[in-house]
Every structure is written in C-alpha cells, then in structure tokens.
C-alpha cells in the first residue's frame, strides 16, 4: 500500500496545503517518511488524515466559483467501528460546504472495503448540497454494493455511466463538467 500515491497530475493547478479555505490549509506531508498505515499496511505519505484509523483523502482539486471539489480516498470506509463519515463530514465536508461547495466528486479506486451503519450523516450532507450533488467514481463493484445496502445510493450518485469515466484523463474542470452534465440526464427536466 505505501506505493500508491494520490492523483499528482493536478498539483500545479490546486494544492489543499496552500489553501487557506481548504480544511487542509497548512497540512505538511513528507516525501520520505511513512507514518501513516492501515492495519499495520504504511500508506504513502502524501495522503491526509481525517481522524481515522482506516479511512485516508486528498482533496485534488477545489473551485470555490464553480462550488466543486474532487476528493480521492485509500483505505477502508469503516461506519461501523470507525464512524469514518462522521470524520469525513465534520472534519472535511462541513468546513468545504461551509465555504460554498455544493458538487462533490468522491474517486473510490483505492477503498478495498465499506462497511456501514447508519445513514444519519450522509442525509445530513446531502441536505447541506441543497441543489447540489455528490458522486462517486471508480469505486469497486462490492463497495458499491455494500453501500446500497445501506439506501446510500439514495445521497450519492454512481454507478452507469459515471462507472465509465476515465477521470484522470480530464482537466478538474472538464471532469466537473461531464459529472454535472451526467447526473443533470439522470435528474430529468
């Protein structure tokens, strides 16, 4: 697991870190040490923490005038053990929609697990979006599954067409503008 970095491609567009409406702002990560790790696995080092023991993010990229983000994650999704959404939500979500994001994309490749619990915080974010959306991609088949067992397709947008979007070949904001364009045909007129 310490191999798989995060999404850098972007870097020169947007960096959480240097941020000051990121809940990141001021984040330092190391290019040669590894603290973090996930059951025992060390993760690479340019992954944030939320609080968590098994869930880690980046925030790739943030348009505060588009009101968009892209989140990327590793790890396991635990709800039951970790209550990893109410981190995720409190800790990165609420200060982002608090600075007037209200479309999030959620890049799921490399969570390798989900477990659930209650879906509490998710109406709550999904509440928070009002007019906006969350969707997530490239999240793994039995993830997706677990999730909809717990109604969590009713808050977030996946699976179709949006499984198909082969993002990092995207500028943020071209990414952004399919993913609306998407979830727009799904939602109708």
Same mark, same amino acid.
């Given at each position: 697991m310490?191999?798989?970095?995060?999404?850098?491609? %972007? =870097?020169?567009?947007? /960096?959480?870190? &240097?941020?000051? *409406? !990121?809940?990141?702002?001021g /984040? &330092?990560?190391?290019l040669?040490?590894?603290?973090?790790?996930?059951?025992?696995?060390?993760?690479?080092?340019? %992954?944030?923490?939320i609080?968590s023991?098994?869930?880690?993010?980046?925030?790739?990229?943030?348009?505060y005038?588009?009101? @968009?983000?892209?989140?990327?994650f590793?790890?396991? +999704?635990n709800? /039951? =053990?970790?209550?990893?959404? #109410?981190?995720?939500? *409190?800790?990165?979500?609420?200060?982002?929609?608090?600075e007037?994001?209200k479309y999030?994309?959620?890049?799921?490749?490399?969570?390798?697990?989900?477990?659930?619990? &209650? $879906?509490?915080?998710?109406? &709550?974010? @999904?509440?928070?979006?009002?007019?906006? +959306?969350?969707?997530?991609?490239?999240?793994? $088949?039995?993830?997706l599954?677990? #999730?909809?067992?717990y109604?969590l397709?009713?808050y977030?947008?996946?699976?179709?067409?949006?499984?198909?979007i082969? +993002?990092r070949?995207?500028t943020?904001? *071209?990414?952004?503008?399919l993913?609306? !364009? #998407?979830?727009?045909k *799904?939602?109708?007129?």
């Amino acid at each position: 697991m310490h191999t798989i970095e995060p999404f850098y491609n %972007w =870097l020169e567009k947007y /960096a959480a870190n &240097e941020d000051p *409406r !990121s809940p990141l702002f001021g /984040a &330092e990560n190391s290019l040669t040490h590894y603290t973090n790790t996930i059951y025992g696995y060390y993760i690479h080092p340019q %992954w944030d923490g939320i609080d968590s023991e098994t869930l880690f993010l980046k925030i790739l990229y943030t348009d505060y005038d588009q009101a @968009f983000t892209v989140i990327e994650f590793i790890g396991e +999704w635990n709800d /039951a =053990l970790n209550n990893d959404i #109410m981190q995720l939500k *409190r800790n990165i979500i609420d200060p982002l929609t608090g600075e007037g994001i209200k479309y999030f994309i959620l890049i799921g490749e490399n969570v390798f697990n989900f477990h659930g619990s &209650e $879906d509490d915080y998710y109406e &709550e974010w @999904f509440e928070d979006v009002e007019d906006g +959306w969350i969707a997530a991609l490239g999240f793994q $088949d039995f993830v997706l599954s677990e #999730m909809k067992n717990y109604n969590l397709d009713y808050y977030i947008n996946y699976g179709g067409n949006l499984e198909d979007i082969h +993002w990092r070949t995207f500028t943020p904001k *071209r990414l952004f503008a399919l993913v609306n !364009s #998407m979830i727009q045909k *799904r939602l109708g007129p």
